[in-house]
Structure formats: structure tokens, C-alpha cells
């Protein structure tokens, strides 16, 4: 369970980014939250992460402040969340395959467990051909699918998707909303942020709208329409 | 797990120097102007030290007897200044042995040859030429044959004059150069290495900053700060080793080609031997320079990138 407990964001230059936002998400859950851009969406998931520190408020991963933990905590706490970013952000000199074991290796796993899940994970985004090529020979698509994947490797507790459609066409809009989705129906929670509209329309599940750092909406099976 | 960490680590490493190949190669030509710079300086201090050298033995002092003086009594001061611990080495030249050395330093002068014959008999005194062991003795030695004491026997002196009187302004002027080269050689040694491992240091910082995007996703993956900085640190380690090798390929031809070119300038030193001579000590020197400036430049520069 992940509570934000009156959290507020204020940066140096005195813009306001989060002002008191206080919200829970079950574990499970699927949640997307909504907004314009500027609106507070990534700061939301930069103080999950603790990339960021709260100026008021606090917040919590199952009854742990994450902004107490120290340097060694919260890089164990970041390898129990997956993360998907707009800009895929795949280690460029890296093959695919490499990309995926790389967070496997920083996790401490072993080679043979290495070896065998990443092709089966490689398996679920539909990837398999590609597991020797680097980044700069795949798809905006067959991109966003390896960080899918590579979120996915270490069976993480939290899915985090930072407007992962936004550089996509329909098509492969649709392909990853299908497969956070059905990443979401294996157990794992998923904090989706977008400002898609038809993605909110086709996923039928919660939705918190953001404007201007605070929350305006709270719908358990929402439509889109900040 | 610490093996397996290890592993991963310097294959890492060695990917990222192998696939990086414009920043690769970049990195490790700067790191070789870097090296040669260090590997020239410890030339140039050896260049200095011999070359001082044989300026200092080429300063000396030469008494010239009177035409008159009898050998056994110059052999006797020549006995008695041998036996001065100041003095390294006193050689005589006789009457006759002067007037040759006279006569062929000036064989293409026809002039001074016939005033020569004019005079008749030989003009030239009998000279000891007499080497210290440093410069700043000289004096001393020079005090010491004006004064007379020489002259064990105490008959009235049969030394004619003595040239370190006329060469002292030129031998102190040679002695200060001598000291404010060894001086300066330092300070330029200094300063160069100091401008050249900057310059390395900051090629390597560029790397990483190339590569700054990249970290903070490793860091958001919860890499630990060993596993992110240990592959940097291989890569600069590997640029080093690298570039080291290159550049003590590259000596090679360079001094035998500078080596044969200014050997003459040198007063006989002779630096591409000097390299194949001093060739282990040079490649510790160049090698270990290359592997720490490369290791530290790496672990310094992406401190910064290792705080999201």
C-alpha cells in the first residue's frame, strides 16, 4: 500500500509543483492519474522514487517513510518497482538482452536465473527476435517494450509508467496499455500517468485527475475529462 | 557474489571501451599526449644531468710554467695537487707536447706559424691541467696553487700564471646556469605534468558526462553506487593501459629519430639509448601514470552523476 500523506513540492524558485496531496493506492491496483502537462503528474512519481524530496508531508511504502531510508534502502526499495519512462531511457550501448540482465545483475541475481528469465520475459512483450540488437535498431514500439520488460525481469511489487505512450502511434499505443494491463491482471501494481485520453476511456479502471498540484478528481472507474 | 560482481564489472567494462569507439579513441589519444608528456620530462631531467655533466668537466684549470721551470719540479706540484681530495683528475702537457697541440690547432694559420719559426726556440711553458670534482671547488684549488704552498721545495716560484683567474667570471656564470637550469627543469616539469593530467582528467569527465543519462537510469534501477562507478573506473583503467602501450610504441622510433639528431647537441647523450637502457623503469613510470590518472579521473568525474 502506498500513501502520499499531505505532500507538498515546492521548488527553489518558489513554483509549486504538489500542494497537499494526499492519496492511497492499494496494492493491485491499477491507477492512472490524469492531468495537463505541468501539472504535477511526474513530481508525483519523482517523490515515490525518491529522486525527489518532499518539502511538507510525507510518504509511505507499506508503513516505511521512503524519504527516511538511506542511500543502500532506497536502492533496494527502487529494485521492487519497475519503471517506464517516455523517453524508454534503454542503456544505449547495451543490447537488448544486456539492457534486461543489467537490472537483474544490479539486483544480485544470479547467471542462470539471468539466463533463463530474460528471454521469458523478452517472451511476454512479444521481443524474441530482437534479444541481440541494440536500441538504436528497434522501433519507438519494440523500445518501450524492452523497458517494459526490463521493469518487468525483477517481479517488482509496482509498475511505474511515466506517459509511456507518449511517443508512440495508436497502434502501439494500444499494444502497451495491453500489456500493463495484463501485467496489472498477473498481480502488480500499476501507477500509469498520461494525459491520453483514449487510453483512460479504454481502461475502464481508477482515475486521479492533478491540476495545478493538487487533486481534483478521484474517480474509482473514471473517464477522462479534466 | 563478490567474484560474480567482479565478473560482471570488467565485462562491462571492457564492452563499454570496446562499443564506445569515437569516445574511445579520443580518450586514448589524449591520454597518450598526456603519457608522452611524462615519459619526455623524465627524459629531459636525464637530457639536463648528463649534459650538465660534461659541461662540468669541461671547466678546468690550467697553470703554465715558466720556459725556464725543470719538469721534476712540475711533476712534484703536479704530486702535490693529485693529493688535494678537491682534485679529480691533473694532467701534464710538456714543452713539446704544447708546441704540437699549438701547432696543429693553428696549422691553417701561415702567419702565426712563421712568427713561430722567427722565434726560434719554443715559446711555450709546460701547462698542468687540473679537473675538480665540482665547479664550486675551483677557487679553492686555485687559492691554493697562488699561494705558493705548492712550491714544497720553497725556491722562488716557476709558475708563470694560472687561467683561473681569467676564466673565474665565465666558470661562476656557467656554475649559476648550471644550478637555475636544475632549477627550472623542475618548475617546467611540474607545470607541464600538472596542465597534461588536467587535460586527460577533463577528456575523461566528458566521457562520463556523455554518459550521465544513462547513470541516473542505472541509479533508478537500484544499482548500487560500486556496481554503477566499477565499470567507469575499468574503462579509464583500460584507457590507461592502452594508451601506455602506444605511447612506448611510439618512443621508440621518436627518440631513435630525435636521438640521432641531437646527439651533437647533447654533448654526446644519446636519448634513444638512454630509453632502451631505462626501458623497464620508463614503462613502470608511464604505465602506472597512465593507469592512475585514468582510474582517478573516472572515480572523480562520475561522483557527480551517483547523487539522484
Given at each position: 500500500m502506498i500513501v502520499f500523506d499531505r505532500v507538498s513540492k515546492i521548488y527553489p524558485d518558489s513554483?509549486?509543483?504538489?500542494?497537499e496531496v494526499t492519496l492511497s493506492i492499494e496494492p493491485k491496483e491499477f491507477i492512472s492519474i490524469v492531468g495537463p502537462?505541468?501539472?504535477?503528474k511526474t513530481t508525483l512519481l519523482k517523490l515515490f522514487l525518491a529522486e525527489e524530496k518532499p518539502t511538507t508531508g510525507a510518504v509511505y511504502y507499506e508503513s516505511t517513510n521512503?524519504?527516511?531510508?538511506n542511500k543502500k534502502e532506497i536502492d533496494a526499495f527502487r529494485r521492487k518497482v519497475g519503471m517506464v519512462f517516455q523517453d524508454f531511457?534503454?542503456?544505449?550501448?547495451?543490447t537488448v538482452y544486456e539492457n534486461i540482465a543489467f537490472t537483474m545483475e544490479a539486483a544480485g541475481r544470479t547467471d542462470e536465473e539471468i539466463e533463463s528469465d530474460v528471454p521469458h520475459v523478452l517472451e511476454l512483450v512479444d521481443l524474441t527476435p530482437k534479444i541481440w540488437n541494440f536500441p538504436r535498431e528497434l522501433s519507438g514500439g519494440e523500445k518501450q517494450r524492452v523497458a517494459i520488460a526490463r521493469a518487468l525481469v525483477n517481479e517488482p511489487d509496482i509498475i511505474i509508467a511515466d506517459e509511456p505512450t507518449g511517443n508512440l502511434d495508436p497502434a502501439n499505443t494500444y499494444d502497451i496499455v495491453q500489456i500493463l494491463k495484463k501485467i496489472n491482471d498477473l498481480g502488480t501494481t500499476v501507477i500509469l500517468a498520461t494525459h491520453n485520453k483514449g487510453i483512460i476511456d479504454l481502461l475502464k479502471r481508477r482515475v486521479v485527475a492533478i491540476e495545478r498540484g493538487k487533486v481534483v478528481r478521484d474517480d474509482r472507474t473514471g473517464k477522462y475529462f479534466v | 557474489m563478490f567474484w560474480t560482481k567482479l565478473k560482471r564489472i570488467l565485462r562491462t567494462g571492457f564492452f563499454n571501451f570496446w562499443r564506445d569507439s569515437t569516445v574511445t579513441l579520443a580518450s586514448v589519444l589524449i591520454m597518450m599526449v598526456t603519457l608522452l608528456v611524462i615519459g619526455l620530462i623524465s627524459f629531459s631531467s636525464a637530457i639536463l644531468d648528463t649534459t650538465l655533466a660534461e659541461l662540468k668537466n669541461k671547466i678546468d684549470i690550467n697553470v703554465t710554467f715558466f720556459t725556464s721551470a725543470n719538469e721534476k719540479d712540475i711533476l712534484n706540484i703536479k704530486h702535490t695537487i693529485e693529493?688535494?681530495?678537491?682534485?679529480l683528475l691533473v694532467t701534464y702537457v710538456s714543452r713539446e707536447e704544447a708546441l704540437t697541440l699549438f701547432k696543429e690547432r693553428h696549422s691553417s694559420d701561415q702567419a702565426i706559424l712563421s712568427a713561430l719559426d722567427e722565434v726560434g726556440e719554443n715559446p711555450l711553458g709546460a701547462v698542468l691541467n687540473v679537473q675538480a670534482r665540482d665547479p664550486s671547488q675551483y677557487a679553492s684549488v686555485a687559492d691554493f696553487l697562488e699561494s705558493g704552498s705548492a712550491l714544497s721545495s720553497g725556491s722562488s716560484t716557476i709558475i708563470d700564471r694560472i687561467n683561473y683567474f681569467q676564466n673565474k667570471a665565465a666558470i661562476d656564470t656557467l656554475t649559476q646556469i648550471i644550478a637555475s637550469a636544475d632549477r627550472l627543469g623542475f618548475v617546467l616539469t611540474l607545470f607541464f605534468a600538472i596542465i597534461s593530467v588536467l587535460i586527460a582528467f577533463n577528456t575523461i569527465r566528458l566521457t562520463i558526462y556523455l554518459a550521465r543519462d544513462e547513470i541516473s537510469v542505472m541509479r533508478l534501477v537500484g544499482a548500487s553506487t560500486t556496481y554503477i562507478r566499477g565499470p567507469f573506473v575499468v574503462v579509464g583503467i583500460i584507457y590507461g593501459v592502452v594508451a601506455g602501450l602506444l605511447t612506448l610504441l611510439l618512443l621508440l622510433p621518436l627518440t631513435y629519430w630525435l636521438g640521432g639528431t641531437t646527439e651533437n647537441f647533447f654533448v654526446g647523450f644519446n636519448i634513444f639509448f638512454y630509453y632502451l637502457r631505462h626501458f623497464l623503469e620508463i614503462a613502470f613510470i608511464i604505465m602506472a601514470s597512465g593507469v592512475f590518472i585514468g582510474a582517478l579521473s573516472s572515480a572523480l568525474a562520475i561522483r557527480k552523476y551517483l547523487k539522484v
Open positions: 513554483s509549486v509543483a504538489l500542494e502537462s505541468g501539472a504535477g521512503i524519504h527516511a531510508l531511457r534503454l542503456l544505449s550501448n547495451k | 693529493s688535494l681530495p678537491e682534485v
